[in-house]
């Protein structure tokens, strides 16, 4: 059996550091969103249809392997909350993991535009997502999704069992990664560095 730890929220949210302060605190395997789109974007190109159709298999496979392999995950989503499909793939990954017998949790954290828009340009990003080394690009486009989408659950919204909410914009990575841990009283696995932190 696996778990999955899904962490959600805006764009420059955060969602990768604390994603990455999970893994090395609770020694989880993790597949962060740009994963897919970065190796997606290199073969076909970005936006394309052959692109969106990879990407969803990457991700798709990629979790399928691990409850069938036992191998417990974090991974990191933007999430359109006023979009029903949005709300039926989250659905479709919980009983994809409670189905084999493990666990899932809801990690959404929530951020200012302001610290949002500080983020996007850390060279942590950077070094991680080259689709957002354009810097204008990807600030333009960060505003405005955030104009188009709700990309956070409202005040007293929860979707799942296992659902917190974290505005971490004064948190840092460590202590919003510590805040998740403490409220599903999640424990680390005992596993060598290499299994979850291979080529890192």
């Known amino acids: 059996m696996a778990d999955l730890i899904v962490v959600c929220g805006p764009q420059a949210v955060g969602k990768m550091t604390v994603a990455e302060s999970l893994r090395d605190k609770l020694h989880y395997n993790m597949m962060m969103n740009h994963d897919s789109i970065e190796i997606s974007d290199r073969i076909f190109g970005f936006g394309t249809p052959a692109q969106k159709e990879f990407n969803a298999a990457f991700r798709e496979k990629a979790l399928e392997l691990a409850v069938k ?40 954290l929530s951020a200012s535009l302001e610290e949002r828009l500080l983020r996007n340009e850390t060279p942590h990003r950077m070094e991680r997502k ?71």
């Open 69 to 108: 392999y036992g191998v417990d995950m974090i991974f990191t989503y933007v999430c359109a909350f006023d979009m029903q499909e949005e709300r039926d793939y989250l659905d479709s990954l919980c009983k994809l993991f409670t189905a084999g017998g493990g666990r899932f949790f809801f990690a959404e």
């Open 130 to 200: 080259a689709s957002k080394r354009n810097i204008e690009w990807s600030r333009t486009d960060l505003i405005e999704t955030a104009r188009k989408y709700r990309l956070n659950s409202l005040e007293g919204e929860t979707w799942f069992e296992h659902h917190i909410k974290i505005d971490n914009t004064r948190l840092s990575p460590d202590e919003t990664a510590d805040a998740i841990i403490e409220a599903f009283d999640l424990k680390p696995r005992n596993r060598d560095e290499s299994d979850y932190r291979f080529g890192v």
